[in-house]
């Protein structure tokens, strides 16, 4: 909702807010004051003083949706100033608000009234238009669906125009929308022509935190480029795995995810309320990541090669979900790290470890 209430900024007008109200405010008046806000706007529209955009939206807010609606669409008939605007944004909000802000909207009656209203407010270059509709078609249509190939040229016109132009919102969805879509698997399998890599969208998280210092999604920005590093993280400790077994050097790896790692430092301290969260998963993944790196030091030894083997597979067990365990997995972390304390100067001679690392080490011989 966030989103939705920034784009629904139209209605803050802010010379007329005390007899008018906003969204905002209609959302958490009480009943006498809903009474004057609605006589208020019924008054001022027969004065001509406010659109009747005005009051279309004050009913949809209210939960009064076809007198609403009407309202809002004889408007774009009538051509009034802002019809479509006001179409747009209070149809996203009533979509929002009645959890059909998915794919379930395409089968409303008033779906494709909403997009010919959101295309109109592109045309017209209508404040944060590219933006909306962008969000509109990226979440109303999804992979599987028919028209997705259709639309989703559409979809990245939309964002590059909205990025171009620094809107809100627009970087942070288009690196959302690379990460969830665009770079899925399951997209890419679909052999589809706007197939990007993952890391793309790392550039446009880096532009939203730009773009929204300041804003009420300031925060947003700065939790969608960690998250961003962890998916990292994570992709480079599952690849790990099956270069472990194919006996390949691991160092390059280690790099890049120790980079990663430094580079969600310098955004942990706004980290907002997923703080904690996204530093607990930054550290689990480099420091299994380091597990493995263990595992591969320790198989060299003749008696260690099955326990390693056997930790390894079980790091991420639906990875390798027919593999011929042995050996419980808490088992072998025991073994590993009582090794790893006993032969500790040995083993870190060539390689520094983490401090997330070590307490993990220590985490594990104090269950002994």
């Not at 408007?75 to 479509?84: E, H, K, P």
């Not at 990007?196 to 920005?221: H, N």
């Amino acid at each position: 909702m966030g989103f939705l209430k920034k784009i629904l900024g139209g209605t803050s007008y802010t010379n007329t807010q005390r007899l008018y109200g906003t969204v905002e405010d209609w959302e958490k008046a009480s009943p006498s004051e809903l009474k004057r806000y609605r006589e208020n706007i019924a008054q001022a529209v027969e004065r001509k003083e406010v659109t009747p955009g005005m009051l279309g939206r004050f009913l949809i807010v209210q939960g009064e949706f076809e007198a609403g609606e009407k309202i809002l669409s004889d408007a774009v008939q009538d051509g009034s100033a802002n019809a479509d605007k006001d179409y747009s944004e209070i149809l996203s909000y009533y979509y929002s608000s009645q959890g059909k802000y998915n794919v379930a909207a395409k089968h409303d009656k008033w779906f494709e009234k909403w997009i010919d209203a959101s295309e109109k407010c592109v045309e017209q270059g209508q404040n944060l238009a590219e933006t909306r509709l962008a969000d509109i078609y990226s979440v109303c249509y999804g992979i599987n669906d028919s028209e997705f190939e259709n639309k989703v040229g559409r979809i990245v016109e939309l964002f590059e125009i909205a990025t171009a132009k620094h809107q809100s919102m627009a970087a942070l969805n288009y690196g959302r929308f690379i990460e969830n879509t665009l770079s899925s698997e399951e997209y890419k399998q679909k052999n589809g022509i706007n197939y990007r890599p993952f890391d793309d969208a790392k550039s446009y998280f880096l532009q939203a935190i730009k773009d929204e210092k300041g804003t009420q999604f300031e925060a947003s920005a700065n939790e969608a480029i960690m998250w961003h590093y962890v998916e990292c993280m994570k992709r480079i400790l599952y690849s790990s795995l099956d270069v472990y077994f194919e006996k390949n050097d691991l160092t390059g790896m280690y790099s890049k995810i120790n980079t990663y790692y430094q580079e969600a430092q310098k955004y942990l301290k706004n980290g907002g309320v997923m703080k904690e969260s996204i530093e607990e998963s930054l550290n689990d993944y480099r420091t299994y990541f380091e597990l493995v790196l263990l595992a591969d030091e320790l198989r060299m030894i003749p008696s260690f090669s099955e326990i390693t083997d056997n930790f390894v597979w079980q790091i991420i067990k639906k990875h390798y979900p027919n593999a011929p365990v042995t050996i419980p997995k808490e088992e072998c972390l025991m073994r590993m790290a009582t090794y790893f304390v006993e032969h500790k100067k040995e083993l870190t001679r060539n390689r520094n470890y983490s401090q997330a690392f070590y307490d993990f080490i220590e985490k594990r011989l104090t269950k002994i």
